[in-house]
C-alpha cells in the first residue's frame, strides 16, 4: 500500500494543445506528472460539450511525444472507449455515475493492462459499503488492489448551494477501515473555483492520498466546467504552499504511482 501522495491536475476534458501545455508546464515545476486529458464527457444535458472523443486521440498522442514522462488520465463510459484509447492513459477513471455500472466494472477488470490503475469514484449518493463492493468487483474480475485509487467526490447536499460537499469520513474510513488508496477530488465535490483549494488544503487534515484538481489556463473559455476550473496562478501559488507544508511534515512527494507501474 502506497502512503505517498499523488496530484492530479488537467483539465475537466482535453480540448487542444494550447490549453493543456501550460498545465503541463506548470505540474513539471513540482515534479508532477499525471495529467487529466479527459476525451469522453458523461454530461448531463446531451447538448453540452462531451468531449473530443475519437478526434483527440492524435493530440493524445502528440502531447506523449512531446512530454514521454507524463502518466495521462482518462474517463470512459464503455469498454469500447477503453480499448479505443487504452495505448495512451495509465489511469482510467470510472466516474461517479457509472460506479455500479457492474457490467463495466467487470469488463475494465477483465481487460486493464498491469501498468494501468483504475481511479474509481464514489457515487454521489452512493454509501462507504456500496462504493467498497464496487471495488470489490474490480479485484473479483482480475484487479490487485494496487491496481485501484478509490475517489470522493462528494455527496448531494441539502445544505450546500452548489448541490454537492465532500465526505471526507467517508474518504477516511474507505482508506483506514478498507486499506484501499483513497484521493480526494476537490473540483466536482465543491463545483465552485471559490471553494476548490481551500477544500483541497481542509482534505489534507484527513491524511489521505492524492488530489484531483480541475485548471485551466482560461477557466472563461473551457468548454466544460467552467465555474469550478482554477486558473494557472492561483494553482501555482496553491501548490507553492502545499508542498512546502508536505516538505514540511516530511509526507514527501508527490507524483506516486501505484506499486504495478
Ligand atoms: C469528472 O471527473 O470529469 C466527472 C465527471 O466527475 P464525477 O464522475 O465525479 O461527476
Ligand atoms: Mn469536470
Not at 477544500?199 to 473551457?222: K, N, R, T, V, Y
Amino acid at each position: 500500500m502506497k502512503t505517498n501522495h499523488l496530484t492530479i491536475l488537467g483539465p475537466c476534458s482535453l480540448e487542444s494543445m494550447e490549453q493543456i501545455e501550460p498545465i503541463i508546464l506548470l505540474a513539471q515545476k513540482f515534479g508532477i506528472f499525471t495529467i487529466r486529458a479527459h476525451l469522453f464527457k458523461p454530461r448531463t444535458n446531451p447538448d453540452s460539450f462531451q468531449g473530443l472523443h475519437e478526434n483527440g486521440i492524435e493530440l493524445v498522442k502528440n502531447i506523449k511525444t512531446k512530454y514521454p514522462g507524463l502518466k495521462l488520465v482518462e474517463e470512459v463510459l464503455s469498454l469500447k472507449q477503453y480499448l479505443l484509447t487504452q495505448d495512451y492513459f495509465e489511469y482510467i477513471q470510472v466516474g461517479a455515475r457509472n460506479m455500479q455500472n457492474f457490467e463495466l466494472l467487470k469488463d475494465l477488470a477483465t481487460h486493464l493492462l498491469p501498468h494501468q490503475t483504475i481511479i474509481l469514484k464514489r457515487g454521489f449518493a452512493n454509501t462507504l459499503e456500496e462504493w467498497i463492493q464496487s471495488a470489490r468487483y474490480l479485484i473479483k474480475y482480475g484487479l490487485k488492489k494496487e491496481q485501484i485509487i478509490l475517489c470522493e467526490r462528494g455527496s448531494r447536499s441539502l445544505t450546500s448551494s452548489t448541490g454537492m460537499h465532500p465526505d471526507f469520513i467517508c474518504a477516511f474510513q474507505a482508506k483506514h477501515d478498507y486499506d484501499f488508496q483513497v484521493i480526494f477530488d476537490a473540483s466536482h465535490s465543491t463545483k465552485e473555483a471559490t471553494y476548490v483549494l481551500p477544500m483541497a488544503e481542509a482534505s489534507q487534515a484527513f491524511g489521505l492520498d492524492g488530489l484531483l484538481i480541475e485548471c485551466h489556463p482560461q477557466p472563461m473559455m473551457a468548454l466544460s466546467d467552467k465555474d469550478q476550473a482554477i486558473d494557472l496562478e492561483a494553482l501555482e501559488q496553491f501548490l507553492s504552499k502545499f508542498y512546502a507544508l508536505k516538505e514540511f511534515t516530511g509526507k514527501k512527494n508527490l507524483n506516486v504511482i501505484s506499486d504495478n507501474q
